[in-house]
């Protein structure tokens, strides 16, 4: 059922969404050069600029999974042009929303003082480029759904190289600070944007498009609940850092906190492959039929079990290791590896019927499952533990959540084909 070559274009996927991150890095240690006052400016407005970054990521999501299902059809072509069309529209607006609003934002957070200015001085540079943003990362993921990994891989390490020279130009030798940084980025957006179309064009016949008010509405339905997801992960993970914080609730101590936002760092590296897992599967599985879509889920379980069981494994085994690297000890910290451990094989099989969902157009029903998962169980089971002061407790918010998405989410994908189809244009 799962033939050979399948996960042709996993690493690749995987390998760019780690790009993305070195990029970032790149972007800080650069500015390092220059005091406190530049990175201070930078991260604040990468915190600011949230909805961009959950809209960026949403019509990536939702552009590759409807050209995924739409490859092998006439409009093949045309979809991607509308998809990326569509694309440089949301760009637009949230940078003409960046441009009159960050700004003052940055200086109520922040005060009217050196870490503000800064920001108000480089904001243009920033959205000019956000509509270049948005077209280059739903291209980047329309390329891979279009199998076109390797030649994405190839170009990330050219696009790395160019960023790390841009910068060395713009802040090292022209002296430009914060606005050097970003003057980077809309040279690294441009020539990307450049890249990307001329690959779509020449191997897939990409026209520009406008596309029709059936597929907009579709596009903008499925980005507004893929976004809705999103934003509450985020929102969940936030409040979870001020329950961890509150010094009133249960035995508060400092290590706690600690423990807990050294596990935050860690999870973004332990689910980076779930994540690539969950963005492949969806367009992926957007090519098979209807009828065979649950089979293949429980084979792709089937398969992923000994991987996600060593993997669990062997971060339950590291747990004194990586304590020493995060420098952490104690019962909140071991608890919460072993939970994160417990959590792996369910997270896997949740994900991978997250995929199957997606891949069928039912953004609703995955945002529905993930948001009621962790507002009506996680926190509460954060909040409980941390009342009674019980790590076992406190982190079975990471468990349990997911062991009701994955039943959850498999009901849905069994429903009648008709049912999930109806589900989905909700």
Same mark, same amino acid.
């Given at each position: 059922?799962?033939?050979?070559?399948?996960?042709?274009?996993?690493?690749?996927?995987?390998?760019?969404?780690?790009?993305?991150?070195?990029?970032?890095?790149?972007?800080?240690?650069?500015?390092?050069?220059?005091?406190?006052?530049?990175?201070?400016?930078?991260?604040?407005?990468?915190?600011?600029?949230?909805?961009?970054?959950?809209?960026?990521?949403?019509?990536?999501? !939702?552009?590759?999974?409807?050209?995924?299902?739409?490859?092998?059809?006439?409009?093949?072509?045309?979809?991607i042009?509308?998809?990326?069309?569509?694309?440089?529209?949301?760009?637009?607006?949230?940078?003409?929303?960046?441009?009159?609003?960050?700004?003052?934002?940055?200086?109520?957070?922040?005060?009217?003082?050196?870490?503000?200015?800064?920001?108000?001085?480089?904001?243009?540079?920033?959205?000019?480029?956000t509509?270049?943003?948005?077209?280059?990362?739903?291209?980047?993921?329309?390329?891979?759904?279009?199998?076109?990994?390797?030649?994405? !891989?190839? #170009?990330?390490?050219?696009?790395g190289?160019?960023?790390?020279?841009?910068?060395?130009?713009?802040?090292?030798?022209?002296?430009?600070?914060?606005?050097?940084?970003?003057?980077?980025?809309?040279?690294?957006?441009?020539?990307s944007?450049?890249?990307? #179309?001329?690959?779509?064009?020449?191997?897939?016949?990409a026209?520009?498009?406008?596309?029709?008010?059936?597929?907009?509405?579709?596009?903008?339905? *499925?980005?507004?609940?893929?976004?809705?997801?999103?934003v509450?992960?985020?929102?969940?993970?936030?409040?979870?850092?001020?329950?961890?914080?509150?010094?009133?609730?249960?035995?508060?101590?400092? *290590?706690?906190?600690?423990?807990?936002?050294?596990?935050?760092?860690?999870?973004?590296?332990?689910?980076?492959?779930?994540?690539?897992?969950?963005?492949?599967?969806?367009?992926?599985?957007?090519?098979?039929?209807?009828?065979?879509?649950?089979?293949?889920?429980?084979?792709l379980?089937?398969?992923?079990?000994? !991987?996600?069981?060593?993997?669990?494994?062997?971060?339950?085994?590291?747990?004194?290791?990586?304590?020493?690297?995060?420098?952490?000890?104690?019962? #909140?910290?071991? *608890?919460?590896?072993?939970?994160?451990?417990?959590?792996?094989?369910?997270?896997?099989?949740?994900?991978v019927?997250?995929?199957?969902?997606?891949?069928?157009?039912?953004?609703?029903?995955?945002?529905?499952?993930?948001? !009621?998962?962790?507002?009506?169980?996680?926190?509460?089971?954060l909040?409980?533990?941390?009342?009674?002061?019980?790590?076992?407790?406190?982190?079975?918010?990471?468990?349990?959540?997911?062991?009701?998405?994955?039943?959850?989410? #498999?009901?849905?994908?069994?429903?009648?084909?008709?049912?999930?189809?109806?589900?989905?244009a909700?």
């Amino acid at each position: 059922m799962i033939e050979s070559g399948f996960w042709r274009g996993y690493w690749p996927l995987l390998v760019s969404i780690g790009s993305t991150q070195l990029v970032l890095q790149v972007d800080i240690v650069t500015l390092g050069w220059l005091g406190g006052d530049a990175q201070s400016a930078y991260v604040l407005l990468t915190r600011l600029s949230l909805l961009d970054l959950v809209l960026m990521t949403a019509m990536g999501t !939702v552009a590759s999974t409807i050209v995924a299902q739409r490859r092998r059809t006439a409009d093949g072509a045309t979809a991607i042009g509308g998809a990326l069309f569509l694309s440089a529209i949301g760009g637009l607006f949230c940078g003409l929303l960046g441009f009159m609003f960050y700004p003052r934002l940055a200086a109520l957070v922040a005060g009217e003082g050196e870490v503000a200015a800064q920001i108000e001085t480089a904001i243009y540079l920033y959205t000019v480029a956000t509509p270049l943003r948005f077209s280059v990362t739903a291209a980047i993921l329309i390329l891979h759904a279009l199998d076109e990994g390797v030649s994405i !891989v190839r #170009w990330k390490l050219i696009e790395g190289a160019l960023k790390i020279g841009a910068n060395l130009l713009f802040i090292g030798v022209l002296g430009l600070g914060l606005r050097g940084c970003f003057a980077s980025g809309l040279v690294v957006a441009i020539v990307s944007s450049i890249w990307c #179309w001329r690959l779509l064009s020449s191997r897939h016949a990409a026209p520009f498009h406008i596309p029709s008010c059936s597929l907009a509405r579709n596009f903008f339905r *499925s980005t507004a609940w893929e976004s809705q997801r999103t934003v509450a992960v985020h929102f969940a993970v936030t409040v979870g850092v001020m329950l961890f914080a509150a010094p009133w609730l249960g035995h508060y101590d400092i *290590s706690r906190l600690s423990a807990y936002a050294a596990g935050q760092t860690l999870m973004l590296l332990v689910f980076a492959p779930l994540l690539a897992l969950t963005r492949f599967l969806s367009f992926r599985l957007a090519r098979v039929g209807d009828d065979v879509i649950a089979p293949l889920v429980r084979a792709l379980w089937l398969r992923g079990a000994p !991987v996600s069981f060593f993997a669990a494994l062997v971060l339950f085994t590291s747990r004194d290791l990586l304590g020493d690297l995060y420098g952490q000890q104690g019962p #909140w910290w071991s *608890s919460l590896i072993v939970a994160l451990a417990a959590s792996l094989p369910l997270r896997h099989a949740a994900n991978v019927t997250r995929a199957a969902l997606l891949s069928r157009g039912a953004f609703a029903e995955v945002a529905k499952a993930d948001s !009621v998962a962790l507002w009506s169980c996680a926190v509460p089971l954060l909040a409980l533990g941390l009342a009674a002061d019980s790590p076992p407790l406190t982190y079975t918010s990471l468990i349990v959540p997911e062991a009701i998405c994955a039943l959850w989410l #498999w009901r849905r994908l069994t429903l009648p084909r008709n049912s999930v189809r109806a589900n989905a244009a909700l």
